[in-house]
Nanobody
Framework: QVQLVESGGGLVQAGGSLRLSCAAS????????MAWFRQVPGQEREFVAA????????YYADSVKGRFTISRDNARKTEYLQMNGLKPEDTAVYYC????????????????WGQGTQVTVSS
């Protein structure tokens, strides 16, 4: 089992920045990829970014490319999502996820999920 705990959400004005953190514990050696997804009430959860721990590449949704950066601290087993140039349409609950199998972007490939953290961007 892998446990994920997110932090770092909050309220920010458009154009501002936030950094989300996701601390992994448990069987972290089994993690192949960690990712961030987001969800707006009434809509499907959507892919934001992923970082393959096992193979190296990073992936981003087109909507966040150039503004968001995914990174990790291997020693702390923590994944980060640096969000710059935030827009009101980035407002959502952001979820951290871990997969032992996939290296990218389909929600169904992720077995472990954090509790979610709210990000609200005001205009």
């Amino acid at each position: 089992q892998v446990q994920l705990v997110e932090s770092g959400g909050g309220l920010v004005q458009a154009g501002g920045s936030l950094r989300l953190s996701c601390a992994a514990s448990g069987r972290t050696f089994s993690i192949a990829t960690m990712a961030w997804f987001r969800q707006v009430p009434g809509q499907e959860r959507e892919f934001v970014a992923a970082s393959s721990w096992r193979y190296g590449p990073t992936y981003y949704a087109d909507s966040v490319k150039g503004r968001f950066t995914i990174s990790r601290d291997n020693a702390r087993k923590t994944e980060y999502l640096q969000m710059n140039g935030l827009k009101p349409e980035d407002t959502a609950v952001y979820y951290c996820a871990a997969s032992t199998k996939t290296d990218c972007c389909a929600m169904t490939g992720y077995e472990y999920w954090g509790q979610g953290t709210q990000v609200t961007v005001s205009s």
